[in-house]
């Protein structure tokens, strides 16, 4: 069964600062991986997708790789501002019609 | 256009009653998905739609849940003797093809009394 982690659960910086999220999935054969934004009371705003064969993505000051091999994927953050605060979640695909494993997302604040 | 929208936003209800949580989806999906999730924890998990059917529905936690999809489009969640566990936020998402990006809808937060 596939386990989505992700550390810190909570995270504090002060404005400007890059900063890097951690996911881990116990199940390295993965179809796709997602990065999700969650605002307080709202859904889930898809931030990056990484098909299982890509390294990286990109767009604007987001960065995600993904190393099928360790299980693991980052999400950095670059020159953090506080409209970044949100919680942020990684989810696996395991096939192209499956569900998503979410993790249990990370609570990031930016401190102006 | 519009996104995933989700009525009602929020319902409190009587422990044993029965409730029903509905979904529109974009228009055009065809995939449909359903998920919970507790305070502090990520989504997981109930029932996903390809056109009418239901693809899998292996995250319904017992038989007091059921989903439907009669028409391809709207799908509406149904909970049957409601217990103070069902308390939670209940997700809908939709995606073009089983394959593509999945959209959320902004949620329906259950209380159960």
Redesign the interface.
């Known amino acids: 069964k596939q386990e ?1 982690t ?1 550390i810190p659960a909570a995270l504090s910086v002060p404005e400007g600062e890059n900063l890097v999220l951690n996911c881990s999935f116990t199940d390295s054969a993965i179809y796709n991986l ?1 990065w ?1 934004r969650q605002d307080p ?6 931030l990056l ?1 990484i098909q299982s064969s890509q390294r990286e993505q990109t767009s604007g000051r987001l960065n995600a790789s993904l190393d099928k091999s360790s299980g693991r994927s980052t999400l950095y953050i670059a020159a953090s501002q506080p409209g970044d605060s949100a919680t942020y ?1 990684c ?1 696996v695909k395991k096939g ?10 990370t609570r990031l604040t930016i401190n102006p | 256009g519009a996104g ?1 929208s989700q009525t009602p936003s929020n319902k409190v209800t009587e422990k044993g009653k029965y409730v029903e949580l509905r979904c529109d989806p974009i228009s055009g999906h065809t995939a449909l ?1 359903w ?1 919970r999730q507790s305070l ?6 109930l029932i ?1 739609f ?1 056109g009418t059917g239901a ?2 529905d292996s ?1 319904l936690p017992n038989d007091r849940f059921f989903a439907v999809r009669p028409e391809g489009s709207v799908s509406t969640l149904k909970i049957q003797r409601t217990e103070r566990g069902d308390s939670a936020v209940y ?1 809908c ?1 939709s995606s073009l093809l ?2 593509d ?7 329906t937060r259950l209380t159960v009394l």
């Open positions: 989505v992700q997602q999700f009371g709202k859904g889930l705003t898809s997708l979640l989810a192209p019609a499956q569900k998503l494993v979410f993790g249990q997302g | 995933v998905y998920y502090g924890q990520g989504p997981e998990f996903y390809q693809a899998d995250g997700l998402a089983t394959t990006t999945q959209y959320f809808g902004p949620g």
